[in-house]
């Protein structure tokens, strides 16, 4: 996967090194494929007491954090930039660095909660936009998000944990000042304790605030579906690319943009708007992308600035693929 890294050229952020991270799950080549575990969830759940082998569905992944079930699908490998945790990357740095660290969730089925075990690190920016400085042990990205943290370095060997949320697993990289001895895989930590958030809940930096508007246009957009049917849909539509604007939520032009996403399901979704960056309500963070958890409403307002046919869709890539998607159509 190609990462594009856009620098802000007035950036005020104040950082000593970057180090890029992206988290991935895997499956291709060790169980399966992605083509085989979509294959086997479309069956849905309903199925799964019947006499069928059941190879990558997940069963019994939970997550408080996320509102119950965590994903669909038994992973068996989570990476580092790449690595499994045998073979983990790691990244030379000096004491009382402070390392900005960029970190992509490009999984197609898991959140995960990155931390540095024992430390505090700094939240900056979320899904590229500044937001007020957020001190936690530990942040949870959704499918699809971006989270700018900062981390003081320390002597020694530092590891930057990620846990695949609700699963089995993890993925670290190690941060190396050149002294002592890197720790073996079975001592360090399989857990995140302490204060822990997400991008949704993080409030947006007064520079990146949408100007106060009365919304021209509101949405209410209903997440529904089920694992009994994996027939996961957007107001009770799976999308259909030989009829696009069927059920579209038509905007124009200029016009600020207000969205209500209900989560109907009893399931967390990953949602995710192209062509637009949004504000979530109460001047709360600027995101693309944005964790709805089961039963809750999710408020967020655009504005309508490039015209075009904009899908939005859950990122989790198997509820994707089963058209949980939506399209903003602009009109005139």
């Given at each position: 996967?190609?990462?594009?890294?856009?620098?802000?050229?007035?950036?005020?952020?104040?950082?000593?090194?970057?180090?890029?991270?992206?988290?991935?799950?895997?499956?291709?080549?060790?169980?399966?494929t992605p083509e085989e575990a979509l294959d086997e969830l479309s069956m849905g759940m309903d199925m799964s007491g019947?006499?069928?082998?059941?190879?990558?569905?997940?069963?019994?992944?939970?997550?408080?954090?996320?509102?119950?079930?965590?994903?669909?699908?038994?992973?068996?490998?989570?990476?580092?930039?790449?690595?499994?945790?045998?073979?983990?990357?790691?990244?030379?740095?000096?004491?009382?660095?402070?390392?900005?660290?960029?970190?992509?969730?490009?999984?197609?089925?898991?959140?995960?909660?990155?931390?540095?075990?024992?430390?505090?690190?700094?939240?900056?920016?979320?899904?590229?936009?500044?937001?007020?400085?957020?001190?936690?042990?530990?942040?949870?990205?959704?499918?699809?998000?971006?989270?700018?943290?900062?981390?003081?370095v320390q002597d020694g060997y530092t590891p930057l944990l990620a846990l695949p949320e609700g699963k089995d697993g993890?993925?670290?990289?190690?941060?190396?000042?050149?002294?002592?001895?890197?720790?073996?895989?079975?001592?360090?930590?399989?857990?995140?304790?302490?204060?822990?958030?997400?991008?949704?809940?993080?409030?947006?930096?007064?520079?990146?605030?949408?100007?106060?508007?009365?919304?021209?246009?509101?949405?209410?957009?209903?997440?529904?579906?089920?694992?009994?049917?994996?027939?996961?849909?957007?107001?009770?539509?799976?999308?259909?690319?030989?009829?696009?604007?069927?059920?579209?939520?038509?905007?124009?032009?200029?016009?600020?943009?207000?969205?209500?996403?209900?989560?109907?399901?009893?399931?967390?979704?990953?949602?995710?708007?192209?062509?637009?960056?949004?504000?979530?309500?109460?001047?709360?963070?600027?995101?693309?992308?944005?964790?709805?958890?089961?039963?809750?409403?999710?408020?967020?307002?655009?504005?309508?600035?490039?015209?075009?046919?904009?899908?939005?869709?859950?990122?989790?890539?198997?509820?994707?693929?089963?058209?949980?998607?939506?399209?903003?159509?602009?009109?005139?």
């Open positions: 996967m190609l990462l594009l890294i856009i620098e802000d050229p007035r950036e005020p952020l104040l950082y000593d090194q970057e180090w890029v991270i992206m988290l991935d799950d895997w499956l291709d080549g060790i169980t399966g019947m006499d069928m082998p059941m190879t990558h569905m997940l069963m019994g992944a939970t997550s408080t954090y996320l509102g119950g079930d965590a994903g669909d699908v038994g992973m068996p490998a989570h990476l580092l930039n790449g690595r499994a945790e045998q073979d983990a990357e790691v990244f030379q740095s000096r004491p009382g660095n402070r390392i900005r660290l960029r970190i992509i969730n490009a999984a197609g089925d898991t959140a995960y909660r990155v931390g540095v075990p024992g430390q505090k690190i700094t939240l900056t920016h979320t899904d590229g936009f500044p937001v007020q400085h957020e001190d936690v042990d530990a942040v949870v990205l959704g499918i699809s998000e971006r989270i700018d943290a900062i981390p003081t993890r993925a670290y990289g190690l941060i190396s000042t050149g002294s002592g001895t890197a720790p073996d895989a079975a001592t360090l930590l399989s857990i995140l304790d302490g204060t822990a958030t997400d991008g949704g809940r993080l409030t947006a930096d007064e520079s990146v605030l949408l100007a106060a508007k009365t919304p021209d246009r509101i949405h209410t957009m209903r997440l529904t579906g089920s694992m009994g049917k994996y027939d996961w849909s957007i107001n009770g539509r799976r999308f259909d690319m030989t009829k696009p604007f069927a059920g579209a939520f038509d905007i124009s032009l200029d016009e600020r943009v207000q969205v209500k996403m209900v989560n109907d399901t009893s399931m967390w979704h990953p949602m995710h708007l192209h062509g637009h960056s949004f504000q979530l309500a109460n001047n709360g963070a600027r995101k693309d992308t944005v964790i709805v958890r089961p039963k809750e409403t999710v408020t967020f307002e655009f504005d309508a600035d490039n015209p075009g046919q904009w899908i939005t869709h859950c990122h989790n890539a198997y509820h994707a693929a089963q058209s949980m998607i939506g399209l903003f159509s602009y009109v005139r």
